[in-house]
């Protein structure tokens, strides 16, 4: 049986900070936090952008696009990420003062991703391009950037994907993860690094149009009329001169929004990050708290206040959990069923109504969304179940050319999470390609498993691209059973046999009973925001059985809910989620459990519930 194990690991840390509560030191130090300074999510605690690679070259070029009131396109992506990075450039160039700019998003099944000749030649066609910038995509499109080239179109690149050994010819790049590049924090997302570009480019726009107001003598009693003559009679100045000042200040008056700050878009940086799954280190966390504060004080765009009131979640009660879990899924199943331009038309409009209109659409696209991933999980289980239940395989490849490309991701991570194996779900292409969604296990880097293969290989890769937990790859057809092959054996080579079907969970503490408490939940949500690199506290405790276990969900069949009782006799409530047959016949009338704890909220009444995430009888 393949079917994975749990092993679980007690922490134990190493330097305790000297908090007064000594179960949030435990957990703190367990995160290792060894400053309560990296408690401080405040904006000014946020890296420096002096130390990103062709920063200035950037800045540059999109200035003298202002100026001359060239023609910017954006090229996003079909995920959250692309979608929050493509609203965040598009509505900070418009307050800066770019009256010509446009966006495109890919089609998922149409183009494919990143920026391609044919997407160089829809933004020369619709838009006639002058400057196209990438978002969340770009440091692997060789062919396209070399395309734009051709067609006399600049490109700027801002992608954090990984990268190869070279990269494309571009005006810049803004990749914290290519060669050459110091940003210390290697894990921002693709809206992370946008915003970082917004905020440099805001900061040179307002230091020059400061210092032109000022040369012109400009005050509340000059009106625009006479500054143009002034500067039309002007002798001391050249033509040239002359020509390019009218453009300045032309522009200064006519859409520069001089109090405009791109901290004002960090509801749409903290949901690109979560939704990435990106590690958050202290730097992402200043991004996502910063955010997730905005959010909660009401100070959203009308997009993402439209998706809360679709989904029901009150502001004020607005945590990281709630982009993962609802906000996060809306954009994205408009991605993967349909098109991301709508996703991006809800985070940029300014007109409420129309937002509430597109949120609902999301939230229905949600639904078929999760009607065809259930269809396809389930013939992916089946398929497994004939492939490779009663093999010793280190990883998991599948292939169904009925499978819809928008969820082989997804079913990718519930193969993986079911079997704990590296794994890549296939579906089919154009032209005799297939492409593939890879979701990896801890200790094991997908992308550079992809990269050693296209090496060893080097014919059997079309492209590729990724993370370390996640990747993306195109083969042929044909060449199925060879890339499985080939990925297996770089598994072998490459992972620890203890690491393959069994799943650690770290556990910070056993919990006095006193802690488990609605009340300290609540300080939990406070202490975060939790996430994949700083993950939610897990904790132990013991509990009586108290009443019958029920199965509830539309299929009754692995979600189980289970009534506690503590050592203090008080009753609670908790939930295990994906609860196999051997678990539930294993209850016994007392529990050890390993559980994190979440706020229940119903009909304006919060209760805690306790997630279960594993449990073993005590004897």
């Keep these: 049986m393949l079917e994975k194990t749990i092993k679980i690991v007690e922490r134990k840390p190493q330097h305790l900070l000297g908090l007064q509560d000594q179960i949030k030191d435990y957990i703190f130090s367990n995160r290792n936090i060894t400053d309560v300074n990296q408690l401080d999510y405040s904006l000014r605690n946020l890296i420096n952008p002096i130390h990103f690679k062709d920063l200035s070259k950037a800045v540059k070029r999109l200035i003298n696009a202002l100026i001359e009131n060239e023609s910017v396109v954006i090229i996003g992506d079909y995920d959250a990420d692309g979608a929050t990075s493509t609203s965040l450039v598009?509505?900070?160039?418009?307050?800066?003062?770019?009256?010509?700019?446009?966006?495109?998003?890919?089609?998922?099944?149409?183009?494919?991703?990143?920026?391609?000749?044919?997407l160089v030649d829809l933004a020369i066609q619709e838009h006639h391009a002058d400057l196209i910038i990438t978002v969340d995509n770009g440091i692997s499109s060789f062919e396209g950037v070399e395309y734009a080239n051709f067609k006399k179109v600049d490109v700027i690149i801002t992608d954090h994907h990984l990268g190869g050994d070279t990269v494309p010819e571009a005006v810049a790049i803004i990749n914290p993860n290519q060669k050459g590049c110091n940003f210390p924090s290697k894990n921002l997302t693709g809206v992370g690094v946008a915003f970082y570009l917004m905020k440099v480019l805001s900061y040179y726009i307002h230091q020059e149009f400061s210092v032109i107001a000022k040369a012109i003598n400009l005050t509340n009693t000059i009106v625009y009329e006479k500054i143009n003559l002034i500067l039309e009679n002007k002798e001391d100045f050249n033509s040239s001169e002359l020509d390019f000042l009218r453009k300045r200040v032309n522009r200064f008056f006519d859409t520069y929004d001089m109090n405009f700050n791109p901290d004002q878009y960090?509801?749409?940086?903290?949901?690109?990050?979560?939704?990435?799954?990106?590690?958050?280190?202290?730097?992402?966390?200043?991004?996502?708290?910063?955010?997730?504060?905005?959010?909660?004080?009401?100070?959203?765009?009308?997009?993402?206040?439209?998706?809360?009131?679709?989904?029901?979640?009150?502001?004020?009660?607005?945590?990281?959990?709630?982009?993962s879990f609802k906000v996060a899924p809306l954009i994205n199943a408009i991605g993967r069923m349909d098109n991301m331009v709508k996703g991006v038309e809800c985070l940029i409009s300014d007109d409420e109504r129309i937002a509430e209109v597109i949120a609902y659409e999301m939230a229905e696209t949600n639904k078929k969304r999760s009607v065809v991933q259930a269809e396809n999980s389930q013939q992916a289980l089946e398929q497994f179940e004939a492939r490779f239940l009663h093999t010793d395989c280190y990883s998991i490849c599948l292939y169904d050319p009925s499978w819809h490309q928008g969820v082989i991701g997804l079913n990718s991570s519930i193969i993986k999470d079911k079997y704990w194996r590296p794994t890549f779900v296939f579906s089919t292409d154009e032209g005799g390609l297939i492409k593939g969604s890879g979701r990896s296990i801890n200790n094991l880097h997908i992308k550079d498993c992809l990269d050693t293969i296209s090496k060893r290989y080097p014919d059997l890769i079309v492209k590729f691209g990724g993370h370390s937990g996640a990747a993306g790859v195109t083969?042929?057809?044909?060449?199925?059973?060879?890339?499985?092959?080939?990925?297996?054996?770089?598994?072998?080579?490459?992972?620890?046999?203890d690491d393959i079907g069994q799943?650690?969970?770290?556990?910070?503490?056993?919990?006095?009973?006193?802690?488990?408490?609605l009340d300290f939940a609540k300080e939990l949500v406070r202490l975060g925001p939790w996430g994949k690199g700083f993950p939610e506290p897990v904790f132990k405790s013991r509990f009586k059985i108290y009443n019958s276990p029920r199965l509830v969900g539309k299929s009754k069949r692995d979600t189980l809910i289970l009534d506690f009782m503590d050592a203090n006799n008080i009753c609670h409530s908790a939930i295990k989620f994906k609860a196999t047959p051997e678990l539930i016949n294993s209850l016994a009338p007392e529990m050890e459990v390993y559980y994190t704890m979440s706020i229940n909220r119903y009909c304006g009444r919060e209760t805690l519930s306790l997630i279960i995430k594993h449990m073993i009888p005590v004897e």
């Design 90 to 118: 598009y509505l900070s160039l418009k307050r800066l003062g770019f009256t010509n700019v446009n966006y495109i998003i890919p089609d998922r099944i149409i183009h494919g991703y990143g920026l391609s000749p044919a």
């Design 266 to 323: 960090l509801d749409l940086v903290a949901i690109g990050t979560v939704a990435d799954l990106a590690n958050l280190d202290y730097n992402n966390r200043i991004l996502v708290e910063q955010g997730v504060r905005r959010i909660r004080a009401g100070q959203c765009s009308k997009g993402v206040q439209a998706i809360l009131k679709v989904q029901k979640i009150n502001n004020v009660d607005f945590s990281a959990d709630d982009i």
């Design 475 to 497: 083969i042929r057809e044909k060449d199925f059973n060879k890339f499985s092959q080939a990925f297996e054996l770089i598994v072998r080579e490459t992972v620890d046999p």
């Design 503 to 517: 799943e650690t969970i770290y556990c910070d503490l056993e919990l006095p009973v006193n802690y488990i408490t």
